[in-house]
């Protein structure tokens, strides 16, 4: 069984680092083709994708939030973590992480964080 | 990378079939037989309901396909229930930035 489970802090003061922790199990991430990607949902808007990291530790990133944002992996730990630099309260949002097969379709999602900016 | 286009919303009445468009680009939608379809019911994760444009994952309902022509793919679903109401999003691989997400679709069950 797949499960996906997103950790961190509940909120954040503008100009800090986000730093969250994606923890998995039911599969793993030295497996070829496997990946985890992270997806932020502002507050009654849309998803947006933010960073992927596949089996071979290779790593993408959104073209516009590349240079904020670094996604890296423990394989041991079964886990990724994702940090984001210099948090807006625009960037208040639900994050995800998300299994990806070969990159093609994320078909298990963890239940989400919510990660509020705010002084 | 621009999202993906959707319409804000679409109804049906129980019973009846609708279809929720996605249109890309060519750099995305229109280069890749990559779009996947997700479920989002209010303050839940997303569920992946279609993926390679036109596959169900196991569990899927077969009311639910998908198809492509062009820059635009779509997502019917037949047989509307109270069940499906909830927002749903097209994804795309685009390449060089690899995902785009939908603007999403409020489907309503009148």
């Known amino acids: 069984q797949v499960t996906l489970r997103?950790?961190?802090?509940?909120l954040v003061k503008p100009t800090q680092t986000l730093t969250l922790t994606c923890t998995f199990s039911g599969f793993s991430l030295s497996t070829s083709g496997m990946c985890v990607s992270w997806v932020r949902q502002p507050p009654g808007k849309a998803l947006e994708w933010l960073a992927l990291i596949d089996w071979d530790d290779d790593k993408y990133y959104s073209t516009s939030l590349k240079t904020r944002l670094t996604i890296s992996k423990d394989t041991s730990k079964n886990q990724v973590v994702l940090t984001m630099t210099n948090m807006d309260p625009v960037d208040t949002a639900t994050y995800y992480c998300a299994r990806t097969f070969f990159g093609e379709n994320f078909d298990y999602w963890g239940q989400g964080t919510l990660v509020t900016v705010s002084s | 990378q621009?999202?993906?286009?959707?319409?804000?919303?679409?109804?049906?009445?129980?019973?009846q079939s609708i279809t929720i468009s996605c249109t890309g680009t060519s750099s995305d939608v229109g280069s890749y037989n990559l779009v996947?379809?997700?479920?989002?019911h209010p303050g839940k994760a997303p569920k992946l309901m279609i993926y390679e444009g036109s596959k169900r994952p196991s569990g899927v309902s077969n009311r639910f396909s998908g198809s492509k022509s062009g820059n635009t793919a779509s997502l019917t679903i037949s047989g509307l229930q109270a069940e499906d109401e909830a927002?749903?999003?097209c994804c795309s691989y685009a390449g060089s930035s690899p995902?785009?997400?939908?603007?999403?679709t409020k489907v309503t069950v009148l």
Do not use: C, I, K
């Open chain 1, 6 to 10: 997103e950790s961190g802090p509940a």
């Open chain 2, 36 to 40: 996947s379809w997700y479920q989002q």
């Open chain 2, 99 to 104: 995902y785009v997400f939908g603007t999403g």
């Open chain 2, 2 to 15: 621009s999202a993906l286009t959707q319409p804000a919303s679409v109804s049906g009445s129980p019973g």
């Open chain 2, 87 to 89: 927002d749903y999003y």
